[in-house]
C-alpha cells in the first residue's frame, strides 16, 4: 500500500511536506527577469535549474537579485 497517495490524490501530509519543500523564484537580471520553481535540499539550500536564473549560458551574469515565495502553495 502507498502511503503518500490518498486515492488518487497525493495524501494531505505528503502535500504539506512538497509545499513546504517547493519555492517560487523570480530572479531579476539585467536584460529582464527569469521565473521557475525550485526546492529545498537542505536547510539553506535551494536546488533550481540555471535557466530560471538566466545562467544557461557560461558567460551570463549572475541575477542582481532574487526573490523567493516560501509556502505558498502554489
Known amino acids: 500500500t ?4 490518498h486515492g ?8 504539506l ?3 513546504k519543500a517547493t519555492v517560487f523564484i523570480r530572479a531579476a537580471m539585467i536584460d529582464g527577469e527569469g521565473q521557475g520553481s525550485g526546492f529545498f535540499v537542505a536547510d539553506n539550500m535551494i536546488v533550481t535549474n540555471a535557466h530560471v536564473l538566466g545562467m544557461k549560458d557560461k558567460s ?6 532574487l526573490s523567493l515565495v516560501l509556502n505558498s502553495g502554489e
Open 2 to 5: 502507498c502511503t503518500f497517495l
Open 60 to 65: 551570463a551574469q549572475r541575477p542582481n537579485n
Open 8 to 15: 488518487d490524490q497525493l495524501s494531505p501530509a505528503t502535500l
Open 17 to 19: 511536506k512538497v509545499k
